[in-house]
């Protein structure tokens, strides 16, 4: 599927592919279902945020193949003003919490997600979306007049 | 998601013909329910809120139960609980001083956390760790996987209601505990490696006493299974109980025993062999229905072959240093530090600032008691992670959950907890 691939790289032995956030899903199918490669297993889906650059964030997947044992990490490049992807909940039914995962912490939506909720901060947190960049360590609102804080602030 | 809410839309009245509206009652029963027609059933599945403080769910995890009768219909996890931002915090810490950060994530088996970790980070540094602190670290993965395993055992058996195991699985693992202790200063929370080696060397006196562990415990453990393996009680409560197929575990991206349950033979230390496994024997049990009991059975298995294990890597444990001889990344001898002003501000100088890693990313990940435990580290060249995303098993394995739950009773709910070993620690990080 070479258009839905931008570019790769082999580092550290790991095999990294990025990939069109519009191809995403066709992508992830592709490896999913292709007999060779046959990524049968989502380790894992998580996100980085970089926010000098654009677009601003990186969905990156790794992928696991139990019948060939290889690895391979996908990622896509979303923008923060259009700040969403295709679910690859369709493919592995284990990417339902993953992906609810980065949704609750890098406020990434995924498209036709079933329950697409926050996860692990409450239902009703305002305050932002904790990993990232722009998000103090330290949290926001009333945690900030905690008076501590100032203090490691000023460290 | 709102209970109230949740609770209108499941209940619903079946003699009516249209299409249920979800949430409100339809305008024609505004003269109650008491106006149902005389045999008309109404159909109404109970909330039932489990957590987060109960005793059975190993943590503050909350579930909201859909059930009809006792049937459990939908089971939703609502996690987080004991979220406290290890990934955030890591990002303001430098590399040594995550690795007590990562003791608190799977509090019951800090060992393995700290080698997740320091694996990744070693990976990124591109350094070799001398042999005899390769052998230490694998046998203090594998007496942690011992001691976690045992920890399972007896929860999953006081769970579901037999008490005995619970005291005779924590002796032994009090000796494991003992052993850490003995070895680092401390049972849980350990801390104990570092990156190119391990915090100090492994004693004489603490292989003796590991032998004359080794020398009784697959004894121990034919105690366990004497207890419990043709236990009707067990085999009740265990047999057939959230059962999972291969397809579906691999599907969820399930790990570890849990996967293994199913028959799936994949095992990190086998597929991709990191410290010293690919030097001893060993085998990887597998089950056959993907059942809680096929699970019991593969964590019991697994306690006999981490016994060889650490027995073959006594055995074969070389002489030479248990850290790498790199100063820019590990701490000076303990020794010199007291007696060596270089040495003092070495050491002060690698735990305040840290050391710089060179620019990259990378993913590693080790089988944990518990299932694949990786970290996944970006790197922008400075003391300090960019970005160091932990792929907890135990958060993982939660998103199986409701699939799992969905058409047992109420009182299968611990079982199936119980099953995944679930540490709340790790999934809510």
């Known amino acids: 599927m070479p258009e839905a691939i931008i570019s790769h790289q082999e580092r550290f032995g790991e095999i990294t592919f990025l990939a069109r956030r519009e191809k995403i899903s066709d992508f992830l199918r592709f490896l999913h279902d292709t007999p060779g490669l046959s990524f049968d297993h989502i380790t894992d889906i998580t996100a980085v945020d970089f926010p000098n650059e654009e677009p601003r964030f990186e969905v990156v997947y790794q992928l696991y193949s139990i019948k060939n044992n290889h690895r391979v990490r996908v990622k896509a490049r979303v923008p923060e003003d259009d700040c969403a992807i295709d679910s690859a909940t369709p493919i592995w039914k284990g990417a339902n919490f993953l992906e609810r995962e980065v949704y609750d912490m890098m406020g990434i939506t995924f498209n036709d997600h079933p329950d697409l909720r926050r996860i692990l901060m409450t239902e009703d947190f305002d305050e932002g979306y904790p990993l990232r960049k722009d998000f103090p360590i330290e949290g926001r609102g009333w945690r900030d007049t905690f008076p501590f804080l100032d203090e490691y602030d000023k460290g | ?429």
């Not at chain 2, 990744?120 to 602190?133: D, F, G």
């Not at chain 2, 849990?258 to 024997?281: C, Q, T």
Request: hydrophobic share 40%; proline share 5%; charged share 25%.
């Open chain 2, 1 to 429: 998601m709102d209970a109230t809410k949740e609770n209108e839309e499941v209940i619903g009245i079946d003699h009516y013909g249209e299409e249920s509206d979800g949430g409100s009652f339809p305008a024609t029963d505004a003269r109650g329910l008491l106006a149902a027609p005389r045999g008309a059933r109404r159909v109404e599945d109970m909330l039932l809120n489990m957590g987060p403080q109960h005793p059975s769910t190993h943590g503050v995890l909350r579930v909201v139960l859909e059930l009809e009768g006792e049937t459990i219909v939908k089971a939703t996890p609502h996690l987080g609980y004991l979220h406290r931002g290890v990934e955030k915090l890591a990002e303001d810490a430098t590399y040594t001083q995550i690795i007590p950060l990562t003791d608190r994530l799977d509090y019951v088996c800090a060992m393995t956390n700290n080698y997740a970790f320091v694996r990744t980070v070693e990976k990124l540094l591109q350094i070799q760790v001398p042999e005899r602190a390769e052998y230490i670290r694998t046998i203090v993965s594998e007496m942690q996987r011992l001691s976690g395993h045992l920890f399972w055992l007896g929860t999953q058996a006081l769970d579901i209601g037999a008490m005995t195991v619970f005291f005779y699985t924590f002796r032994e693992r009090e000796v494991l505990l003992d052993l850490f202790e003995l070895l680092c200063g401390a049972r849980l929370t350990v801390s104990y490696f570092r990156i190119g080696g391990v915090d100090r060397d492994i004693t004489t006196e603490i292989i003796d006493r590991l032998y004359k562990f080794l020398e009784t415990f697959p004894a121990k453990v034919e105690e366990y299974n004497t207890l419990l393996e043709t236990n009707r009680i067990w085999l009740a409560r265990t047999k057939g109980v959230a059962l999972i197929s291969a397809a579906d575990a691999i599907n969820f991206g399930l790990t570890g025993p849990v996967l293994r349950g199913s028959g799936v033979n994949y095992d990190v230390r086998k597929a991709e062999p990191y410290g010293v496994y690919g030097k001893v024997e060993w085998e990887v049990p597998l089950g056959k229905n993907g059942d809680t009991y096929d699970r019991y059975f593969i964590r019991v298995e697994e306690l006999r072959q981490s016994a060889k294990i650490i027995k073959q890597c006594l055995d074969q444990i070389p002489q030479g240093p248990f850290a790498a001889d790199l100063p820019m990344l590990t701490y000076p001898p303990r020794d010199k530090v007291t007696n060596d002003m270089e040495s003092l501000i070495h050491h002060f100088m690698i735990a305040t600032r840290g050391f710089e890693v060179p620019e990259g990313e990378v993913y590693s990940s080790i089988e944990a008691p518990k299932g694949e435990l990786g970290f996944y580290i970006v790197s922008r060249g400075s003391n300090k992670p960019y970005r160091c995303r932990i792929r907890p098993p135990s958060f993982i394995h939660m998103g199986a959950f409701d699939h799992m739950a969905r058409g047992y009773m109420i009182a299968d709910i611990v079982t199936i907890f119980g099953t995944y070993d679930v540490v709340m620690g790790e999934c809510d990080r």
